[in-house]
């Protein structure tokens, strides 16, 4: 399995845009071969940092997903708006060991 971390740090006032699309997102990667799970938290300390835990069956399946995100912002252009986010960091790993029942 492969995971993916995002911690999103929203600007004030997108916090809104920032959800569209970060849910938008995930509706778009539930639609591909290799997609587990997306989950979407809000840091209870500081509102604007959102992250994201993404899992992949491989790292092959988020490729295909950043291959497919990178040709559809190439169709639709620039957004108006601009990003909602200072930044976005993006982590990622390889999952070691399971405990539990989550993918059993």
């Not at 912002?73 to 539990?100: Q, R």
Request: glycine share 8%.
């Amino acid at each position: 399995m492969f995971i993916v971390v995002v911690d999103h740090f929203c600007k004030p006032g997108r916090v809104d845009d920032a959800v569209a699309r970060i849910d938008g997102n995930g509706d778009q990667m539930a639609e591909l071969p290799g997609f587990l799970f997306r989950y979407r938290m809000t840091g209870t300390v500081n509102p604007l940092q959102m992250s994201t835990v993404t899992a992949w069956t491989d790292q092959a399946a988020y490729d295909a997903w950043i291959a497919r995100k990178r040709g559809l912002e190439a169709a639709a252009g620039p957004d108006s708006k601009g990003s909602p986010y200072e930044k976005a960091v993006n982590t990622t790993y390889t999952v070691a060991h399971v405990h539990g029942n989550a993918l059993k």
